[in-house]
């Protein structure tokens, strides 16, 4: 089995005024179970989901951070796995100026920003630095590598390499920034689904914000020779049917773009 489950794929806030029913307006998360492994991709709203999801439940789970903005690890609280003691879960991220990654997540969940901590989890919850270029294998067959993505704080890159099979998972990345660089383009190269940031209408990203646009994305993906583009990330000002156009927009520059939902299951 290898399967992407889109469990929240809205950016920066859920708040969207009711203009977004049919896509949903959760912040990011993605979770890959590839063979015996459950991985996590960020923990924003979404993740309070993958309860309902099935295939997902396991008794081991790798979550692996992009990087510490809120809208990435405002769900983490809400992970009922995380209170489960027949559970253990291994968090990796990338060193922040507040420390290592434990030093971090501990810090946003403290008071009295929250009325919980890391130290209230009942599962064997262990924490792991990791820095860009670096391969995480988990046990189960999967390898998991590393790159560094330009976004304001820095931001991290996963590429789940699987059966001979792979996801891409670039979530906030200003691509603007990385023209001329083929390191993007390689570690996406030749996966079977690329899930990249098209938080901006075309022509309307904001430079410095460290998010790209749909033609960014089907660019990068012509140019990775990726088999499927996800959007993700939308911003939060988007309605369904702006995304519906952002979404017809991509495929007209790469027939494999497509506009998930929160809920959506892929099958690699």
């Known amino acids: 089995m290898f399967t992407a489950a889109f469990l929240g794929i809205g950016g920066s806030c859920a708040y969207n005024g009711g203009q977004r029913t049919r896509r949903g307006t959760n912040t990011p998360c993605v979770a890959v179970r590839a063979g015996a492994d459950t991985l996590i991709f960020d923990a924003g709203s979404g993740i309070v989901a993958a309860k309902k999801h099935a295939a997902l439940q396991n008794t081991r789970y790798h979550m692996f951070i992009s990087h510490y903005h809120i809208d990435h690890l405002e769900g983490l609280l809400f992970w009922n796995a995380l209170f489960d003691p027949e559970k253990s879960v291994c968090v ?14 501990g810090m946003f969940l403290s008071a009295p920003f929250h009325p919980a901590g890391i130290n209230d989890f009942r599962a064997d919850v262990t924490f792991r630095d990791i820095a860009a270029g670096e391969t995480v294998t988990t046990g189960g067959g999967a390898a998991v590598k590393t790159a560094a993505l330009n976004h304001p704080g820095g931001c991290l890159g996963y590429r789940v390499d699987y059966c001979g099979k792979s996801v891409c998972y670039i979530s906030d990345i200003e691509l603007n920034n990385h023209r001329g660089d083929s390191g993007i383009a390689e570690f996406a190269k030749d996966a079977d689904l690329l899930i990249c940031d ?14 790209s646009s749909p033609s960014e994305c089907a660019a990068l993906a012509k140019s990775a020779g990726v088999k ?13 049917d702006d995304i519906d156009r952002l979404e017809a927009s991509a495929k007209n520059d790469f027939s494999g773009a497509f506009a998930p ?3 959506l299951c892929v099958e690699i």
Request: hydrophobic share 25%.
């Open 261 to 263: 939902y929160d809920g």
């Open 228 to 240: 499927k583009l996800a959007l993700f990330h939308y911003g939060h000002h988007l309605t369904d």
């Open 92 to 105: 990796y991220g990338s060193p922040s100026n507040l420390g290592s990654a434990r030093d971090t997540v």
């Open 198 to 211: 098209a938080s901006y209408e075309n022509g309307k990203c904001v430079p410095g914000w460290g998010h």
